[in-house]
Nanobody, 116 residues
Framework: QVQLVESGGGLVQAGGSLRLSCAAS????????MAWYRQAPGKQRELVAT???????NYVDSVKGRFTISRDNAKNTAYLQMNSLKPEDTGVYYC??????????WGQGTQVTVSS
């Protein structure tokens, strides 16, 4: 069983930056995908970015050019660098890990609040 722990959320002004981290409690076996989702108040959870075990990335259009997903396989950790933050980026950010048999694991979430 893999447990995920997110960190790095907080309150930031519009235009600022935050870096989220997601640490897995156990060694992650390839192939796999790690992802960041977010959920704004009153809205459904949406996929923000994904990164495969070989480094391929994908982003939702609204964050392209502002957010960067990365991972350190040796540390079993994924990151989300968020720059030029906007108020609409506010929400709870969740880390997700999907293993090679498509089991999904979720972190507890970290709050990101962007003030205007």
């Amino acid at each position: 069983q893999v447990q995920l722990v997110e960190s790095g959320g907080g309150l930031v002004q519009a235009g600022g930056s935050l870096r989220l981290s997601c640490a897995a409690s156990a060694r992650i076996v390839s192939p796999n995908i790690m992802a960041w989702y977010r959920q704004a108040p009153g809205k459904q959870r949406e996929l923000v970015a994904t990164i495969s075990s070989d480094g391929r990335t994908n982003y939702v259009d609204s964050v392209k050019g502002r957010f960067t997903i990365s991972r350190d396989n040796a540390k079993n950790t994924a990151y989300l660098q968020m720059n030029s933050l906007k108020p609409e980026d506010t929400g709870v950010y969740y880390c997700n890990y999907r293993d090679f048999v498509r089991n999904d694991y979720w972190g507890q979430g970290t709050q990101v609040t962007v003030s205007s």
